[in-house]
T-cell receptor, first 112, second 114 residues
Framework: AQKITQTQPGMFVQEKEAVTLDCTYDTSDPSYGLFWYKQPSSGEMIFLIYQGSYDQQNATEGRYSLNFQKARKSANLVISASQLGDSAMYFC?????????FGTGTLLAVQP | NAGVTQTPKFRVLKTGQSMTLLCAQDMNHEYMYWYRQDPGMGLRLIHYSVGEGTTAKGEVPDGYNVSRLKKQNFLLGLESAAPSQTSVYFCAIATGIAGNYEQYFGPGTRLTVT
C-alpha cells in the first residue's frame, strides 16, 4: 500500500522568512521518488523538486530544498526567503513511475 | 506545462452525455497519465499508459475509459457522465526511464456535469 500524508491544511509565513511544509509517506516499493509540486491560483501544476529514494544527499533547487529523512519516512519541503509569489497550494507526491500518488495539499499564504 | 496540451480547457455536460478529453505531448515520453483533482482530495490517478497501445487502471478508474493509439496522444473518455465526475482533469507525462520519475503536467480541463 502507498500513502502520502500532508497534515497541514494551511500555513502562514512572513515574507523573507523560511517555511517548512510537512510530508510523510508510506510505500512498499524498494525504489521510489518523492516530489513537490506548486499549484498557484491559476491552476497549473508546477514541478519544484525531486528526491530519489537512493539519493544520499537532500535535493535542492534554488530556494527549495527537500529534507529527506528515510527512517522517519518524511520528505518535508523547505522554502527559504519566502516571496509573495510563493503563495499557492503545495502538493507532495511519491511513488514509482506508474504509481505516483499525491497528498491532499497545503495552502501556503505569504504575508508582507 | 511545456510540451503537454489538453483539449478542451472547459466543458459542461449533462448527465448521461459522453465526451473525450485529449492529451497531446511533443516530448516523446513513454508514460502518460490521467488524474482528477477534487477539493480536499489532492490528485488521484484514473488511468495511465506505459507506452503506445498499452493502458492500465489507476486508483479511481470506474466510469472512465482510455486509449493510447499513438504515442503522443492519450485520450480519456466518459461514456455516460455523472455529476460525481465534475472535477478538474490533469494529464501528465514521464520519461519512463528507471529512476527518473518526474512528471510534467498539462494545464488541466475543468469539467462540470449537471
Amino acid at each position: 500500500a502507498q500513502k502520502i500524508t500532508q497534515t497541514q491544511p494551511g500555513m502562514f509565513v512572513q515574507e523573507k522568512e523560511a517555511v517548512t511544509l510537512d510530508c510523510t509517506y508510506d510505500t512498499s516499493d524498494p525504489s521510489y521518488g518523492l516530489f513537490w509540486y506548486k499549484q498557484p491560483s491559476s491552476g497549473e501544476m508546477i514541478f519544484l523538486i525531486y528526491q530519489g529514494s537512493y539519493d544520499q544527499q537532500n535535493a535542492t533547487e534554488g530556494r527549495y530544498s527537500l529534507n529527506f529523512q528515510k527512517a522517519r519516512k518524511s520528505a518535508n519541503l523547505v522554502i527559504s526567503a519566502s516571496q509573495l509569489g510563493d503563495s499557492a497550494m503545495y502538493f507532495c507526491g511519491g511513488g514509482a513511475t506508474n504509481k505516483l500518488i499525491f497528498g491532499t495539499g497545503t495552502l501556503l499564504a505569504v504575508q508582507p | 506545462n511545456a510540451g503537454v496540451t489538453q483539449t478542451p480547457k472547459f466543458r459542461v455536460l449533462k448527465t448521461g452525455q459522453s465526451m473525450t478529453l485529449l492529451c497531446a505531448q511533443d516530448m516523446n515520453h513513454e508514460y502518460m497519465y490521467w488524474y482528477r483533482q477534487d477539493p480536499g482530495m489532492g490528485l488521484r490517478l484514473i488511468h495511465y499508459s506505459v507506452g503506445e497501445g498499452t493502458t492500465a487502471k489507476g486508483e479511481v478508474p470506474d466510469g472512465y475509459n482510455v486509449s493510447r493509439l499513438k504515442k503522443q496522444n492519450f485520450l480519456l473518455g466518459l461514456e455516460s457522465a455523472a455529476p460525481s465526475q465534475t472535477s478538474v482533469y490533469f494529464c501528465a507525462i514521464a520519461t519512463g526511464i528507471a529512476g527518473n520519475y518526474e512528471q510534467y503536467f498539462g494545464p488541466g480541463t475543468r469539467l462540470t456535469v449537471t
